[in-house]
């Protein structure tokens, strides 16, 4: 839902900012491009594969896609050479260190929203909705986003889940139900201004303006928003999949 959602915008996007399509390929130049890529599409298969049989932990497979990733480039694409590797390893670790500067702000911010009891507080907010499920996850959805807007995904989901899932259980709601709605609401937090790690990090590498990014954005929000509210108001969207998963 999320991917046609995101269709739907980049349609949008392009038939208002009248993007001139590429030129329609042939099957056959299809598939050389796909026989070209071959190695690269290996990549998320491996990932996937690892993490769904417990090969490898999400760090491990950090660093199993960096180790291949850079073997590929290397030995079998060569579009990388040995002696660029240092300027890369710079450019990396630039890369990083910026996003560890926006993690230690958001560290930060979870420990003022600690400190200060807000927690307790949304604990309060929540107590009147409880008769209502769809209403508390409602609420609750527009107090994570607010929240996204501030902390990165790691602090909001070790500050709010201890928080919420006693609520969750006690309004009679599946926790699978609210963990999925929970991580998309998180994940949209990447791209919400004016923290949005996500937009940092893009503006940061592709060294253009953080307002233009920001405007540029906006339709993808919108569309994953107007995903994330169909959950909520209709459950049996998540719910039913899950059940064909043993959820």
Not at 18 to 45: C, E, F, I, K, N
Not at 142 to 166: E, Q
Not at 215 to 230: D, H, Q
């Amino acid at each position: 839902m999320i991917g046609a959602a995101l269709a739907c915008a980049w349609w949008w996007v392009a038939r208002n900012e009248d993007v001139a399509p590429l030129p329609r390929q042939t099957w056959a130049q299809t598939g050389r491009a796909a026989l070209d890529g071959a190695w690269a599409l290996v990549l998320p298969a491996i990932i996937l594969f690892g993490l769904k049989f417990g090969v490898f932990t999400p760090t491990e497979a950090a660093v199993v896609a960096a180790v291949y990733s850079l073997f590929v480039a290397t030995c079998v694409y060569r579009e990388l050479k040995i002696a660029q590797l240092y300027q890369t390893f710079v450019t990396a670790a630039l890369t990083t260190s910026v996003i560890m500067f926006l993690i230690a702000a958001a560290l930060v911010s979870s420990w003022l929203i600690t400190v200060s009891e807000i927690a307790t507080q949304v604990v309060d907010l929540l107590q009147p909705f409880l008769g209502n499920k769809i209403l508390l996850m409602a609420v609750i959805m527009v107090i994570v986003v607010i929240v996204g807007t501030a902390l990165d995904m790691t602090p909001t989901i070790l500050i709010l889940t201890p928080v919420l899932m006693p609520i969750i259980k006690s309004a009679g709601i599946d926790p699978v139900y609210f963990g999925v709605l929970f991580i998309i609401n998180n994940s949209i937090g990447l791209i919400t201004p004016p923290v949005g790690v996500v937009l940092n990090v893009v503006a940061g590498v592709a060294r253009i303006p953080m307002g233009d990014l920001i405007k540029a954005s906006w339709p993808f929000l919108l569309a994953e928003l107007i995903v994330l509210a169909l959950m909520v108001i209709f459950p049996s969207l998540v719910m039913v999949p899950a059940k064909w998963f043993g959820f």
